[in-house]
């Protein structure tokens, strides 16, 4: 039985060991990936705060003065009093554009286009290693293997070798072997718990809708229909972002709101985002769904009221994933642990080729 999982445990790890290598290092960055990205765009993504902030209904005719015929699809909700507003429209030319926005003044402060997009692409390097669908079943599967090749290593080697490291390190060639062994078999058992955890919450971001349905079929629960939007009469004019917010704010009053996604016909609804303290998630897991012409709450998905199974897959393993759970504490953790990733890609193969 040792020498199977020695085996499925070397295997698994030649195998994967360059893409576990470059996933360890991006999920690093990724941990800190918006502090990265505002450090790069500060002039785009940051503002003084002046008082209050302008209403959405001020923001939008100052940006639709600016851009005549102009559809305003989104806004994205600034989450401190120095930050700035995101806001995606589509121009006349029917050409999409994305603008960052002072909430205080209505200042455009640049497009997305400007922004250095470093963050973004070591983000979705991570996720899809930069070339489509191909890498992301790639990404998905080098998880699968960091799941057998962490539960092979607790089994071998955990607890019983924790405390007995030997370190004797010199330029003979016997002792460096030596030393990449145990430095290989220290940090395997020093982080196995976490990289368990980082293959098995990749493994439900990877195949998410899976295990949605699962958490749902295990809860007894299924997505309910939302219900549609009436169609409104000629000439009715849709309800103002500042009146959708007080609809959203006054149905689920506990939430921050954290962004709006207007529809692009009167068949569709309003989409609000929002998220409440415990969520840790970026843009947060409740969704608001609103008639824009009669503000009638269509649907209402709040994490709250999530099953244990549903809130899991939908919040509490993107958050165990990125470290988001408790803050910045843990997010130095998961950064700390994806580093010993590529320790062990390195010295694991040298194992195996000593």
Request: glycine fraction near 6%; charged fraction near 15%; hydrophobic fraction near 45%.
């Amino acid at each position: 039985m040792r020498k199977l999982l020695l085996n499925l445990h070397l295997w698994a790890g030649l195998i994967a060991a360059l893409f576990l290598l470059l996933l360890g290092s991006s999920g690093a960055l990724v941990a800190f990936e918006d502090e990265i990205d505002r450090a790069l765009n500060a002039k785009l993504a940051y503002v003084k705060p002046q008082g209050q902030p302008l209403t959405l209904d001020a923001i939008s005719t100052k940006l639709l003065t600016a851009y005549p015929e102009a559809r305003i699809e989104e806004f994205g909700l600034p989450q401190r009093a120095d930050y700035s507003m995101f806001v995606g429209f589509t121009q006349r030319s029917g050409k999409r554009a994305a603008l960052f926005v002072n909430p205080y003044t209505g200042e455009v402060l640049g497009s997305a286009d400007q922004a250095n997009q470093f963050s973004n692409k070591v983000h979705q390097f991570h996720t899809h290693l930069l070339i489509g669908e191909i890498a992301d079943q790639v990404t998905g599967w080098s998880a699968v293997f960091l799941f057998v090749i962490s539960i092979t290593g607790i089994i071998l080697w955990w607890p019983r070798k924790l405390f007995r490291m030997r370190w004797n390190f010199s330029a003979d060639g016997g002792s460096a072997k030596r030393f990449n062994f145990e430095l290989h078999n220290f940090v395997g058992i020093l982080s196995s718990v976490v990289l368990f955890i980082f293959a098995w919450t990749a493994i439900c971001i990877h195949w998410e809708r899976q295990v949605d349905k699962l958490a749902q079929k295990m809860s007894g629960t299924a997505a309910a229909r939302p219900e549609l939007p009436q169609i409104p009469a000629p000439g009715t004019v849709p309800l103002s972002p500042d009146r959708l917010i007080q609809i959203a704010h006054n149905a689920l009053p506990e939430a921050k709101i954290t962004g709006m996604q207007l529809p692009q016909s009167p068949k569709q609804a309003v989409t609000i985002g929002l998220k409440f303290p415990e969520d840790h998630t970026p843009a947060g897991r409740t969704r608001l769904r609103i008639d824009a012409y009669t503000g009638k709450v269509l649907q209402v998905q709040s994490s709250r009221d999530m099953s244990m199974p549903v809130k899991y897959a939908r919040m509490w393993n993107r958050e165990l994933h990125t470290g988001d759970i408790f803050n910045l504490p843990t997010r130095i953790l998961a950064a700390f642990f994806s580093l010993m990733l590529p320790v062990l890609a390195i010295t694991g193969p040298l194992i195996w080729w000593n």
